[in-house]
């Protein structure tokens, strides 16, 4: 089955630097990349997600990059500010193969320092 | 708002005491998923139904069991927890096929086992 691994398990940043997870699949049928932001106690929710199809993508201060020959993706936060300060996930799913069952990173705790 | 509302948010339980989580949704998705989450780590699926088909994961304890009277219910029964199933316990939902597995999490059911 489908391995992810993520790193760093934590981080901390200055207000105003960038921070940057990356993971890595195993997979090589694994064509939809989420990730999930979880605050404390609260719920993961998406934040950004790529397509196999397309090496880049950016939302405003977060964008995410894709190397499918190196079966690795990459989540960027420029500006980082204090509200950022969460654990995100990165997931990896194969569309269209029984319900597109996605497989979870082990998280990075991201901290922000005023 | 459309949402997944999760039941209860805190369930206190004694060891051996059955426990039902309850999870609904208004987005007439038709994949819901059971996650259960422990301190500090990414969710682990435990299964899912993909309509009225039931998706068991091979690593999923028979002691947890699941419901889907319905599109918009599901149900997580845990027989006899043990000290080891005190989790945050998520249901999420998707809908396929549309390309991608978007997950939307409820608020999640924090299970103590006593």
């Known amino acids: 089955g489908e391995n992810v691994e993520q790193h760093p398990s934590t981080l901390s940043v200055q207000e105003g630097d960038s921070a940057v997870i990356k993971c890595t699949y195993s997979?090589?049928?694994?064509?939809?990349f989420p990730w999930y932001k979880q605050e404390l106690g609260k719920r993961p929710q998406l934040i950004i997600d790529i397509r196999s199809n397309v090496g880049e993508k950016k939302d405003q201060r977060i964008a995410v990059t894709l190397n499918k020959t190196a079966k690795h993706f990459s989540l960027h936060i420029t500006e980082t500010q204090p509200e950022d300060s969460a654990v995100y996930f990165c997931a990896a799913s194969i569309k269209g193969t029984n319900a597109g069952k996605s497989t979870f990173g082990d998280g990075t705790t991201l901290t922000v320092k005023p | 708002d459309a949402m997944v509302i999760q039941n209860p948010r805190y369930q206190v339980t004694q060891f051996g005491k059955p426990v039902t989580l309850s999870c609904s949704q208004t987005?007439?998705?038709?994949?819901m998923y059971w996650y259960q989450q422990k301190s500090s780590q990414a969710p682990k699926l435990l299964f899912h139904?993909?309509?009225?088909?039931?998706?068991n994961e091979a690593d999923t304890p028979d002691n947890f069991q699941s419901r889907r009277p319905n599109t918009s219910f599901c149900f997580l029964d845990i027989r006899s927890p043990g000290l080891g199933d005190a989790a945050m316990y998520l249901c999420a939902t998707s809908f396929r096929p549309s390309g991608a597995n978007v997950l939307t999490f409820g608020a999640g059911s924090r299970l103590t086992v006593l």
């Open positions: 997979d090589s049928a694994s064509n939809y």
């Open positions: 987005l007439n998705h038709n994949v």
């Open positions: 139904y993909y309509d009225k088909d039931f998706n």
